[in-house]
């Protein structure tokens, strides 16, 4: 292989579709209402669902969750704490940028050192979404296990 083209492992269909079985479990075990959004490695949505009764801008932040999961690796939770350590221009303006979400609920997938996904979910508190995702993820872990 060229050392100018990487390859990339990439969440498919048939493994988000167990890891959302496990976040609507997850979901209605915690009884929450919410929408989730399972992407690929490049931030390609793979499958939405919103659950019944789940308010409609969930989705937009659900997805924009995930996005930011898989785009920089790191779980959406994790952001309070890193821009705190960031200047005040990078404290504000990050925040604004389109498409990201800096508080829980995001949570990336990773496989062999990879993030090959991630899983987005809005509609109850952070730890509840957080939880939510958790659940996803490790059910798609699981699934890959074997």
């Known amino acids: 292989m060229s050392a100018m083209i990487r390859q990339q492992p990439n969440m498919t269909l048939a493994l988000a579709m167990p890891a959302l079985q496990a976040t ?3 979901a ?25 009764g789940a308010p ?16 920089f690796g790191i779980a959406t939770s994790e ?13 504000q303006g990050l925040p604004l940028q389109p498409r ?3 508080f829980g609920g995001g949570e ?7 993030v090959i996904g991630a899983i987005g979910v809005s509609g109850a508190s952070e730890q509840v979404d957080t939880r939510c995702t ?9 699934m890959l296990k074997g």
């Open 24 to 26: 609507l479990e997850q």
């Open 28 to 52: 209605i075990e915690s009884q929450v209402r919410i929408s989730i959004a399972l992407v690929d490695a490049a931030g390609q949505l793979i499958h939405m669902a919103q659950m019944d």
């Open 56 to 71: 409609l801008q969930c989705r937009d932040i659900a997805l924009n969750k995930a996005l930011t999961a898989a785009g």
């Open 79 to 91: 952001w309070g704490a890193r821009l705190e350590k960031c200047s005040p221009a990078v404290q």
């Open 100 to 102: 990201l979400a800096l």
């Open 108 to 114: 990336p997938v990773r496989w062999r050192g990879d």
């Open 134 to 142: 958790q659940a996803g993820v490790q059910r798609a872990l699981a």
